[in-house]
């Protein structure tokens, strides 16, 4: 009877761990989102608003309160910040003048918000600095912006000109009308805002100023991101569908218009209206130039025509939405311990600065948590795609279930940085994380009983193979005598061995003690 009882036991055990390992290798599950109509503040995309500090009279440092105010109200997680250096046309920048400035990024790096950047000389004349004095006036600059990058988002060529828009100038050649020495001029002074902040995009005012700095050939799949000065070149059309040719933004649409289409893929391209135009800004035309020209950002409030033209057409919502990047989870799939996430960008643009992919896994026991660092480039995710994410969970987790969340960080770590998914019930505001709504199971894996043997060996009970184990011996009739290896003391007989390791797997053995 007492061996019926045993064999029946190691039998059960048995199949309860065959259906733990069948359960994990054929483990499915499928989860499909409901993406969210939502406009919620994301960083490095949509509206932005203006902001301006002048270097005569009183200094308007950014505010805290205000800036968390675009945010939260507006749904705004950027401004641009015009830094008008008129008082220094002949003087370096004062060091009073350069600690406001770090003040200002300290401000939009607790407030969650980002700066479109522009240094200008004037807005009311076409008086600017002399090329040497702009030159020294970056080379001041360039410790301030390269050591806080995280909270620029892009960087606008500025300096030459009236507004920094490179047109109305008296010392880089007026009005368009260029010499050879200005062409030169304007593209030594280019390629030198291009160092104010490394890790970030430089922005000029028409396809001509990219070109003369960046080359005419534009930017491809292959030569994206990979540092030369052309793939860090966009456009800030400050006249966007404005007229026919955007208030002289475009020169030749002919050639200008293929090549906007394909460097905007990969580099920003931004603005501003500056004129009502209805043939070309009418909701039922606008998304294609928004959609052709990947456009990351516009003025929250210019032109007023403009945005009211689009508030009463009804298109205004989906602008704010579409503006820049959009991520969208569609599904996600668990399949033999291969996770796939489907993700689809349904904004006009993609993501230009660098950050990670990580995928968290939080046991839902003990509460740790295991990141991967996922092998994709999030800024290749490109406007209207679907990109899909594979990571192997069973080589990487231990036993146990998992709750699976996406990071989309910003490398300066901060939460206020992270990438909310465009979905329902996903986001976590205070981690900064998206809830996959996955819940992934390990079970655990047993080695063949055949690799355990065991045996006595004088009075020890020896057992190979296996270093983590409990034991207990049973007399014939089924009493507990010994859980320990020596067999000391113990009368002449057959006796049941029971080892249990630490998988909870159960190996038995008949031994004979004499």
Not at 209 to 224: L, R
Not at 400 to 409: A, E, I, W
Not at 429 to 439: F, P, S, V
Not at 470 to 489: F, H, P, S, W
């Amino acid at each position: 009877m007492y061996k019926f009882h045993t064999i029946k036991k190691r039998m059960k055990k048995l199949l309860t761990t065959l259906l733990i390992l069948l359960t994990m290798v054929t483990q499915s599950q499928t989860v499909i989102y409901t993406a969210s109509t939502e406009n919620f503040p994301n960083p490095e995309r949509g509206w932005y608003k203006y902001t301006k500090a002048n270097s005569t009279g009183s200094y308007s440092f950014l505010s805290s309160s205000t800036l968390k105010g675009y945010k939260n109200t507006d749904k705004i997680t950027l401004v641009l910040r015009i830094y008008d250096l008129g008082a220094f046309k002949n003087t370096p920048i004062s060091d009073q003048f350069l600690a406001n400035i770090q003040t200002d990024f300290n401000t939009l790096r607790v407030a969650g918000l980002k700066c479109i950047l522009r240094f200008r000389y004037t807005e009311d004349d076409e008086i600017d600095a002399t090329k040497a004095m702009i030159l020294s006036h970056i080379e001041q600059l360039k410790p301030i912006t390269t050591a806080n990058q995280d909270v620029i988002h892009v960087v606008e060529a500025g300096f030459i000109g009236q507004y920094g828009e490179w047109y109305y100038t008296v010392n880089f050649g007026n009005r368009g009308v260029l010499t050879t020495q200005n062409i030169s001029d304007r593209k030594e002074i280019g390629l030198k805002i291009i160092e104010l902040a490394p890790t970030r995009m430089v922005m000029f005012r028409t396809p001509y100023f990219q070109q003369m700095i960046g080359g005419t050939t534009p930017i491809s799949t292959t030569t994206s991101y990979n540092g030369s000065i052309n793939s860090r070149i966009g456009l800030h059309n400050d006249a966007f569908l404005s007229s026919n040719s955007d208030s002289g933004t475009y020169k030749n649409t002919s050639t200008e218009y293929p090549y906007l289409d394909a460097q905007s893929k990969y580099t920003f391209c931004g603005g501003e209206s500056n004129a009502l135009f209805p043939t070309k800004q009418d909701c039922s035309v606008v998304f294609s130039w928004l959609t052709r020209f990947h456009y990351n950002y516009l003025n929250f409030g210019y032109h007023p025509d403009v945005i009211t033209l689009w508030q009463n057409g009804g298109c205004y919502n989906e602008i704010a939405r579409r503006l820049g990047y959009r991520f969208e989870l569609v599904s996600s799939t668990i399949t033999d311990g291969i996770l796939s996430i489907n993700v689809k960008n349904t904004g006009f643009a993609n993501i230009f600065n660098q950050r990670k992919v990580i995928l968290i896994a939080k046991n839902t026991t003990t509460n740790t948590q295991f990141s991967f660092e996922l092998n994709t480039d999030i800024r290749k995710w490109n406007a209207g795609e679907t990109i899909q994410i594979t990571q192997d969970l069973i080589n990487n987790l231990g036993e146990g279930d998992y709750s699976l969340f996406l990071n989309l960080p910003d490398n300066n770590g901060n939460v206020l940085h992270s990438i909310q998914l465009a979905n329902t019930g996903v986001w976590d505001a205070t981690k900064g994380i998206n809830n996959l709504n996955l819940t992934y199971t390990k079970g655990s894996i047993v080695q063949p009983p055949l690799t355990v043997s065991i045996f006595l060996q004088g009075n020890t009970i020896i057992i190979n193979n296996l270093t983590n184990y409990t034991i207990a011996v049973y007399n014939m009739k089924g009493q507990l005598v010994r859980t320990t290896n020596d067999l000391t003391g113990v009368r002449r007989g057959y006796y049941i061995i029971k080892v249990t390791n630490v998988n909870g797997v159960v190996y038995t053995q008949k031994i004979y003690k004499k």
